[in-house]
């Protein structure tokens, strides 16, 4: 900007360019969260396939073909499936998996098991990871909605 007769000018076009620009990062930023929300649906819908593939339905649940984010959160937490799935790919490898009671279907998210009985399942699940050398998770990360860690 320069200074003419005590008043400032300014160039319309420098004004213009730096709204654009501030309104085109907005709109990258938006694309970028969009873009990133579609692989993790990708990502969430490829591992449910591979799930439903490998264990069929368990304890009277089945995942979604395309869960959302709280299905897939939900339909991991009890453990079942991951222990069932870990025992399909290498037998025995959680040699104990607490199952839920057969009247589970009825009871939405097969809130049937304690969270004693979840933890129980999921601890022996990542024991059994850990020990094969596979990287983990916490297993908080089913209870907080946290499904980045997974």
Request: charged share 25%.
């Amino acid at each position: 900007m320069a200074v003419e007769g005590g008043a400032l000018s300014f160039s319309v076009a420098s004004v213009v360019e730096d709204v654009l620009q501030q309104h085109g990062n907005r709109l990258r930023d938006l694309d970028l969260d969009s873009r990133k929300a579609e692989e993790a649906a990708s990502r969430r819908y490829e591992a449910a396939g591979w799930l439903r593939k490998i264990v069929g339905v368990v304890a009277a649940k089945d995942l979604p073909a395309e869960p959302s984010e709280e299905e897939f959160r939900l339909g991991l937490r009890s453990g079942i499936i991951l222990c069932n799935v870990l025992n399909k790919v290498q037998p025995g490898a959680v040699p104990k998996v607490v199952e839920s009671p057969c009247d589970a279907a009825l009871i939405p998210d097969g809130a049937a098991l304690s969270a004693f009985q979840y933890f129980e399942n999921v601890r022996n699940f990542l024991v059994a990871v850990q020990e094969m050398g596979i990287p983990n998770f916490e297993a908080s990360d089913l209870e907080q909605e946290n499904l980045q860690g997974l």
